[in-house]
């Protein structure tokens, strides 16, 4: 069994749509990135690959390369499932904590852990979402942007 720890921030921008785990959440401003930012799934990503040693999503997908360009992290994540797979291993289970003021997320987690599950094709309880503040401190205090961190372990 090897285990693999995520970390990804992204600020907010107006004018983008803000996508967490795959949903698209009701809020004045989305997150600044290259693909979708989907801080979540960015995190989720580097977990995996971390465990199995495959470096990170800034190699694998770099922000200099077009064709990433506004793509959904939603397929980065397939490919990610697929080079775990091809290594050799099998997803055991995930968890996730976003760090956020606002929005609330609580209404649409079970939609996010859905989207997550059906790309990788692991049920949705291997699959833990959860949502903290920073009691107003910091970049994610003060709304500048969200962080997400994930642990993943596989086998």
């Not at 040693?53 to 190699?59: A, E, K, R, Y």
């Amino acid at each position: 069994m090897r285990v693999g720890i995520g970390y990804d921030v992204h600020s907010f921008k107006k004018d983008r749509k803000l996508i967490l785990g795959g949903v698209e959440i009701q809020h004045y401003q989305g997150l600044e990135g290259h693909s979708d930012a989907d801080v979540l799934v960015h995190s989720i990503m580097d977990a995996l690959l971390g465990a199995a040693g495959l470096d990170d999503i800034g190699v694998h997908f770099p922000d200099t390369d077009m064709k990433y360009k506004n793509i959904s992290s939603l397929k980065l994540l397939s490919i990610v499932k697929e080079m775990i797979l091809n290594a050799g291993y099998r997803i055991i289970n995930i968890d996730c904590v976003l760090i956020l003021e606002k929005p609330k997320i609580s209404n649409y987690s079970k939609l996010m852990k859905k989207n997550i599950a059906q790309v990788l094709e692991i049920s949705e309880d291997k699959i833990n979402i959860k949502a903290t503040t920073t009691e107003k401190l910091g970049f994610c205090g003060r709304e500048e942007g969200i962080a997400a961190e994930s642990i993943a372990l596989i086998d």
